[in-house]
């Protein structure tokens, strides 16, 4: 519960406690306004905002976006009253006009600026050249009073009406990002709160247009959805038809982007004339002269690694041909659904980095540290162990990791070694207002199990819950779906929206229909993986944040477990702890191209799901589960909805296919026959 401390107490520190059940003593923050982080609550209270200032910078320069936002935490740590327009994804005022608090729209964010620049003490000045020193100026900035500013913004904020004062200057300071995160370790994360701990990237690439660059061709495209490698094979490519200019670009696409299954590419070989001119393996130091442009696309860690590109993104190589070259041909070693396309007009390079602001509000407002740690490089790994040794178990890391999926499951996988779990919250906006709203009450509507027959029971759950940025994002454009509620869906979501976001969360009570049912995402209270938290204190952190599943009705959690990148069985000590800290009538476990039920323990039942990312995708397993089935005895079945390319729509028609011996069913209901169909006790 949350509950009031006197102004005298906040002055004096009550913001302390490190984490869920940490002592006060041992929190190094100092005083943070109107901040207020009993003991045994997982993410602080800010003060109620009662009326907001708004500035929208969703096309503002990267260093005007880095300003406001450390305004922002400056500002909102006293009260909540600057709201910035960061992202337009489920509309610009959605969420500010569901918080149902007056604001004022500036049609000039430096309106913003001009109001509230009083209330900071000076500025901090990052170096271009490490972009990393944007983090190390974000930290210090929380604990100077101070906004950042690159060297440009700088010279404004110095000159008249300004004349605010450079506080620290990191120009020259850092070789590099080690350098910059080790002078940040050892001389500012002993001032900084212990709490939470913040990781962001530095920087990001700058939003471009869509789609194929009209000088490029497609030359080869895998027409079928492949997902396992069956296509993995050798292609050589004729390009001599592009040569006559300088260079030529070769594009790796995603072919089905609505999925998340784009190419993986392993080798590459290039000869001009039967010559080698390139050969390399991606991820390595020869991949480098010839990447011009990686559009976000990641590397698989170890070896053997390969670069993908999903969900629409992309990459290029660039090939420079001897003059006089008359034949050019590449040999792919590349697998999955991929889309080949050639050029040699150099495109728009979309490698172009710029800041960001999201969530820094909240690191500056909570006076955290702020990094950007690569857990697959040793010597990053090792800071950043260090620093997950200094903090106590159950402690919230915010923000995302780097190197996409193959950085989520080692990092993921690290932090949880140390008993820290993830709020993934990079591309979250405005968490200092948000934090500062109110919980709202909902009254249980439970609905009765339908009675028990020999049917296929299927219970649809939409993935990403964990992620807070998703909670704000995508997951509202899914909600405001016009099908939603026409079939039953399980939605995952995140039970600390509770402290963090309580507007969102009531949003989403608020308007559930007796067909929606929100559970929690992986794997209980924040994302983590239960075998390699230590045994010693997964009970007990389990047991400590049981309220907040409680009190959000998320009772039902979808859990993630990973070993070394590989999905792996819950022991029957994890299990235990489930259902006897979580109360559990039953767990769905993990992402597998395979769906079944077993029985852990003799009394808890979990249902492994089976991920789809089209309707069609759902239909061909449904099918295919119909066709195994002896018709005796039920079936369960539970499908895994990737929340990036499905819809309650897509969902509503994969269901209006099936025939009636299929019934669709919401967790709760779904477990409850489970367990009465294998004989275990009610709960």
Same mark, same amino acid.
């Given at each position: 519960m949350i509950r009031k401390l006197t102004t005298t107490c906040?002055?004096?520190?009550? @913001?302390?406690? $490190?984490?869920?059940?940490?002592? +006060?003593?041992?929190?190094?923050?100092?005083?943070?306004?109107?901040?207020i982080w009993p003991k045994g609550q997982a993410l602080p209270t800010f003060a109620e905002p009662k009326h907001l200032d708004v500035a929208d910078v969703y096309d503002a320069p990267g260093d005007d976006k880095l300003l406001l936002a450390t305004l922002q935490g400056i500002v909102n740590r006293t009260e909540p009253r600057v709201y910035l327009i960061?992202?337009?994804? #489920?509309?610009?005022?959605?969420?500010?006009?569901?918080?149902?608090?007056?604001?004022? $729209?500036?049609?000039?964010?430096?309106?913003?600026?001009?109001?509230?620049?009083?209330?900071?003490?000076? $500025?901090?000045?990052y170096d271009p050249e490490v972009p990393d020193s944007i983090n190390v100026a974000t930290t210090l900035a929380g604990l100077k009073n101070a906004v950042v500013a690159g060297p440009e913004l700088a010279e404004r904020l110095q000159a008249a009406p300004y004349d605010l004062d450079i506080i620290e200057d990191l120009r020259g300071k850092f070789e590099d990002r080690m350098d910059a995160y080790t002078w940040q370790y050892e001389n500012l994360w002993s001032q900084t709160t212990h709490r939470m701990l913040i990781g962001l990237s530095p920087d990001t690439s700058v939003r471009i247009p869509p789609g194929l660059p009209a000088s490029f061709e497609t030359i080869l495209e895998e027409p079928t959805q492949e997902r396992d490698a069956a296509n993995r094979n050798s292609y050589e490519i004729d390009l001599s038809t592009f040569l006559g200019q300088e260079s030529v670009y070769l594009r790796f696409d995603d072919a089905f982007p609505q999925d998340g299954w784009g190419p993986a590419v392993h080798q590459v070989t290039v000869e001009a004339d039967g010559q080698v001119i390139a050969q390399f393996v991606p991820g390595t130091p020869e991949e480098e002269p010839f990447?011009?442009?990686?559009?976000? &696309?990641?590397? &698989? &860690?170890?070896?053997?690694?390969?670069?993908?590109a999903d969900n629409g993104r992309y990459f @290029?190589?660039?090939?420079?041909?001897?003059s006089g070259t008359t034949t050019l041909t590449a040999t792919v070693d590349m697998w999955n659904q991929f889309k080949v396309s050639a050029g040699n007009i150099r495109p728009p390079s979309s490698e172009r980095k710029e800041p960001y602001g999201y969530l820094r509000d909240y690191a500056v407002a909570n006076q955290a540290m702020v990094f950007w740690l690569e857990s697959n490089v040793p010597e990053e790994k090792a800071l950043l162990e260090n620093?997950?040794?200094?903090? #106590?178990?159950? @402690?919230?890391?915010?923000g995302w990791f780097s190197n996409d999926v193959a950085g989520e499951f080692s990092s993921v996988e690290i932090v949880s070694n140390y008993g820290v779990?993830?709020?993934? +919250?990079?591309?979250? &906006?405005?968490?200092?207002?948000?934090?500062?709203?109110?919980?709202?009450?909902?009254?249980?509507?439970?609905?009765?199990?339908?009675?028990?027959?020999?049917?296929i029971y299927v219970t649809y759950t939409f993935s990403e819950g964990d992620n807070f940025q998703y909670n704000q994002h995508r997951m509202r454009i899914l909600w405001d779906d016009p099908a939603r509620g026409e079939v039953p869906i399980n939605w995952t979501s995140s039970p600390l929206l509770h402290d963090g976001a309580p507007a969102i969360l009531n949003y989403f009570r608020e308007t559930a229909t007796d067909n929606d049912l929100i559970i929690a995402g992986p794997s209980g209270a924040g994302y983590f993986y239960p075998t390699p938290w230590p045994d010693e204190t997964f009970p007990g952190f389990l047991k400590d944040t049981y309220s907040y599943l409680k009190k959000t009705g $998320?009772?039902?959690?979808?859990?993630?477990?990973?070993?070394?990148? #590989?999905?792996?069985?819950?022991? #029957?000590?994890?299990?235990?702890?489930?259902?006897?800290?979580y109360k559990v009538p039953g767990l769905f476990l993990s992402w597998e191209n395979r769906h079944g039920v077993e029985v852990l323990n003799g009394t808890l039942p979990v249902s492994t799901i089976q991920g789809i990312s089209t309707a069609q995708d759902g239909k061909n397993i449904l099918d295919e589960a119909k066709a195994d089935w002896d018709g005796q005895s039920p079936l369960f079945v539970s499908l895994g909805l990737l929340a990036w390319s499905m819809t309650p729509t897509d969902v509503a028609a994969l269901t209006s296919s099936l025939g009636p011996e299929y019934e669709v069913v919401r967790a709760d209901h779904y477990f409850s026959l489970i367990r009465e169909a294998y004989g275990l006790p009610k709960k």
């Open positions: 906040v002055a004096l520190l009550c @913001t302390a406690s $490190m984490s869920l059940g940490a002592s +006060a003593a041992t929190d190094p923050t100092p005083s943070n306004g109107s901040v960061e992202n337009v994804e #489920e509309g610009r005022t959605t969420w500010l006009n569901d918080l149902q608090v007056p604001y004022r $729209m500036h049609d000039d964010y430096w309106a913003v600026v001009d109001k509230y620049i009083d209330e900071v003490q000076g $500025m901090v000045v990447l011009y442009d990686r559009q976000n &696309s990641q590397v &698989s &860690s170890g070896s053997g690694g390969h670069r993908f @290029t190589y660039e090939f420079t041909p001897p620093i997950l040794s200094d903090v #106590e178990p159950g @402690t919230p890391y915010l779990y993830v709020l993934a +919250a990079d591309w979250f &906006s405005n968490l200092t207002v948000f934090s500062g709203t109110k919980i709202q009450p909902v009254a249980a509507n439970p609905t009765k199990a339908p009675a028990l027959e020999n049917k $998320m009772t039902i959690p979808y859990v993630l477990n990973r070993v070394n990148g #590989e999905n792996v069985p819950l022991s #029957e000590s994890e299990a235990a702890a489930y259902e006897e800290e």
